[in-house]
């Protein structure tokens, strides 16, 4: 099958996440580059990513880059930790070449694998993330190339996200889980002094990890680390920043009910939002692989 030509014409940077995650990603871009227009997809009906194989998630994720590429998106932000460290280098190396080589598609391990060198005191290091994640290495590979004294120890959640995705945020059982995995991942390394919430859902549970996590750690959230780093990229890029349109407006998109998102998205958001139903098949690939 011939490859579909993509829109030459400059569009709003694309945000993708296999839920609702992202969204608080996206609230620290708009915070920091409120001038860009942005494009937010949201896989709901398949999510959550982290328990899936590496062939799904690289999948579902391909799907979705290259839908909001056909939808006039250059740049694409993987507001999502499972698909950053499952799907991004094969989307990469292996789509990219295939699909445009000008368009770009970044993750968010890197940029938050960047700002924990000058964070660490102790230089040990610990994640909170979802399985998927976790069990990737990425933070790890990512953040042991930066620094190569630095100590990572990781530790699967794998009940935070769907109690955010279900807004269970300050109940007896969410502050159960959450105090034990602290502690579990504590018990691994008593020298951490860092914890990158590495998926986006998790800084919705702030309040209850600063609660129980030890007075001389500090954690990290990952949105406003990404947002300067893309607000870097396009300034070392003009190139790029060009093919980004800028009224300020920000659109929507989910795979799952639309009333049923725009319900929860605004909790994320802090504002109303009105979003629309979209399918992500394979039939919305341009080309065969």
């Given at each position: 099958?011939?490859?579909?030509?993509?829109?030459?014409?400059?569009?709003?940077?694309?945000?993708?996440?296999?839920?609702?995650?992202?969204?608080?990603?996206?609230?620290?871009?708009?915070?920091?580059?409120?001038?860009?227009?942005?494009?937010?997809?949201?896989?709901?009906?398949?999510?959550?990513?982290?328990?899936?194989?590496?062939?799904?998630?690289?999948?579902?994720?391909?799907?979705?880059?290259?839908?909001?590429?056909?939808?006039?998106?250059?740049?694409?932000?993987?507001?999502?930790?499972?698909?950053?460290?499952?799907?991004?280098?094969?989307?990469?190396?292996?789509?990219?070449?295939?699909?445009?080589?000008?368009?770009?598609?970044?993750?968010?391990?890197?940029?938050?694998?960047?700002?924990?060198?000058?964070?660490?005191?102790?230089?040990?290091?610990?994640?909170?993330?979802?399985?998927?994640?976790?069990?990737?290495?990425?933070?790890?590979?990512?953040?042991?190339?930066?620094?190569?004294?630095?100590?990572?120890?990781?530790?699967?959640?794998?009940?935070?996200?769907?109690?955010?995705?279900?807004?269970?945020?300050?109940?007896?059982?969410?502050?159960?889980?959450?105090?034990?995995?602290?502690?579990?991942?504590?018990?691994?390394?008593?020298?951490?002094?860092?914890?990158?919430?590495?998926?986006?859902?998790?800084?919705?549970?702030?309040?209850?990890?600063?609660?129980?996590?030890?007075?001389?750690?500090?954690?990290?959230?990952?949105?406003?680390?990404?947002?300067?780093?893309?607000?870097?990229?396009?300034?070392?890029?003009?190139?790029?920043?060009?093919k980004c349109t800028s009224t300020g407006t920000c659109r929507y998109l989910t795979t799952e009910n639309n009333i049923i998102f725009d319900r929860?998205?605004?909790?994320?958001?802090?504002?109303?939002?009105?979003?629309?139903?979209?399918?992500?098949?394979?039939?919305?690939?341009?080309?065969?692989?």
């Amino acid at each position: 099958m011939a490859v579909v030509k993509l829109p030459n014409t400059p569009g709003p940077i694309g945000v993708f996440d296999s839920g609702y995650g992202g969204l608080t990603v996206l609230r620290e871009l708009r915070r920091l580059l409120p001038q860009y227009d942005y494009l937010y997809l949201g896989d709901n009906a398949r999510a959550p990513y982290g328990s899936r194989s590496f062939e799904l998630i690289y999948q579902y994720t391909r799907e979705a880059v290259t839908y909001l590429f056909q939808h006039g998106c250059h740049l694409v932000i993987l507001a999502c930790n499972t698909a950053s460290a499952k799907a991004l280098r094969n989307i990469q190396q292996k789509d990219l070449p295939v699909l445009d080589t000008s368009r770009r598609v970044l993750g968010v391990i890197r940029p938050t694998a960047e700002c924990v060198g000058n964070i660490s005191r102790t230089r040990h290091i610990g994640i909170l993330a979802t399985a998927g994640t976790i069990n990737s290495n990425s933070y790890n590979l990512e953040i042991n190339k930066l620094y190569p004294d630095i100590h990572v120890e990781g530790h699967a959640c794998p009940m935070w996200a769907p109690l955010v995705e279900n807004f269970e945020l300050d109940n007896e059982g969410t502050e159960y889980f959450v105090q034990k995995d602290i502690q579990l991942l504590m018990d691994k390394d008593k020298d951490i002094d860092t914890i990158i919430l590495g998926c986006t859902h998790y800084p919705l549970l702030l309040p209850l990890i600063q609660k129980h996590i030890p007075k001389n750690v500090t954690v990290i959230p990952q949105g406003r680390y990404i947002a300067s780093s893309l607000k870097d990229y396009l300034f070392r890029h003009p190139d790029m920043a060009k093919k980004c349109t800028s009224t300020g407006t920000c659109r929507y998109l989910t795979t799952e009910n639309n009333i049923i998102f725009d319900r929860s998205a605004c909790r994320f958001m802090q504002h109303d939002v009105q979003s629309q139903h979209i399918e992500l098949t394979e039939y919305n690939m341009p080309c065969e692989y």
